[in-house]
């Protein structure tokens, strides 16, 4: 066995550089012109954007609110409309400005519904009708559905982008080592003829 324990013979890589993580590209049986092909840049995979509009208004409603759930307030506006919506708002603040609406939970223990709570709670039994809430539901599973699938190809996404930084990585060593070999074979031929 010999020192160092490196293995020697057909496959074994030898040479500065090639151990693990060298940066060299599988070109094995590869013609000159696609060696030249894998130098070239290749543009990185476009990024998914998951976009959903959200009104001026609904971001308003939302900050007198203090709720979070801005796509909700932004799926009652475009399901129920503005002017119910500013209804319910005006209610839950005047709810909110009494003392605030109490609801038993699921202990039988007395809770007092945040305000985005009495604005929800208004829409879903007063304002909005039994098709308005049917639509609202099949709304809120649609753009859920949608984010799924943004985040789905979100994964994809960075699964090749890495790929192509690894890539491209190394694709940038190789072109630099050659600028390298270029420069010095030059030096070394501009050093000859001097001689």
Do not use: C
Request: aromatic fraction near 6%; glycine fraction near 8%; charged fraction near 40%.
């Amino acid at each position: 066995m010999r020192r160092g324990g490196a293995a020697r013979g057909r496959g074994a890589t030898r040479g500065r550089g090639r151990g693990r993580g060298a940066a060299v590209l599988d070109l094995t049986g590869a013609t000159t012109e696609d060696r030249l092909a894998s130098l070239d840049y290749v543009e990185p995979p476009k990024k998914p954007e998951y976009k959903l509009e959200i009104p001026e208004s609904a971001q308003k409603v939302a900050e007198q609110l203090k709720e979070k759930k801005v796509e909700e307030i932004a799926r009652v506006f475009q399901v129920i409309g503005e002017a119910k919506t500013n209804e319910a708002l005006k209610e839950a603040l005047e709810i909110e400005s009494k003392g605030g609406d109490k609801f038993k939970d699921k202990q039988g223990q007395e809770q007092t519904r945040s305000l985005g709570g009495i604005f929800f709670h208004l829409i879903k039994t007063k304002h909005a009708t039994p098709e308005q809430l049917k639509s609202l539901n099949q709304l809120r599973s649609q753009q859920k559905r949608a984010k799924r699938e943004f985040d789905s190809s979100n994964v994809q996404y960075k699964t090749e982008y890495e790929q192509w930084k690894k890539t491209e990585n190394r694709r940038s060593k190789i072109v630099s080592l050659k600028e390298q070999y270029a420069k010095e074979k030059a030096e070394k031929k501009a050093k000859k003829a001097a001689a």
